[in-house]
Nanobody, 122 residues
């Protein structure tokens, strides 16, 4: 069983930055693929970024967001820069303990956090 706890969300003005954190339980965190997804009101959940054998980004965050991990702290981060109002959503972190090859597919992830709200004002 893997538990994930996100933090770092909040309200920020357009152009600002936030860093999300996701603390994971589990003794083999370094072997997990970790992903960030988001869901805006009235929209489907969408892939944002993932870190596995490599890093992967959705096209709409490339160059603005950076995913990283600290295996000593069992934590994955999402540094979000140049935020836009359309980035407003609940952000979820997810763990794929089998590290499948489909890091951008939410069906690969068996464990999810509770989500953290990010609101970007214009």
């Amino acid at each position: 069983q893997v538990q994930l706890v996100e933090s770092g969300g909040g309200l920020v003005q357009a152009g600002g930055s936030l860093r999300l954190s996701c603390a994971a339980s589990g003794r083999t965190f370094s072997s997990y693929a970790m992903g960030w997804f988001r869901q805006a009101p009235g929209k489907e959940r969408e892939f944002v970024a993932a870190i596995s054998w490599s890093t992967y980004y959705a096209h709409f965050v490339k160059g603005r967001f950076i995913i990283s991990r600290d295996n000593a702290k069992n934590t994955v981060y999402l540094q979000m820069n140049s935020l836009k109002p359309e980035d407003t959503a609940v952000y979820y972190c997810a763990a794929d303990i089998d590290r499948t090859s489909y890091a951008t597919d939410d069906r690969s992830y068996g464990y999810w956090g509770q989500g953290t709200q990010v609101t970007v004002s214009s």
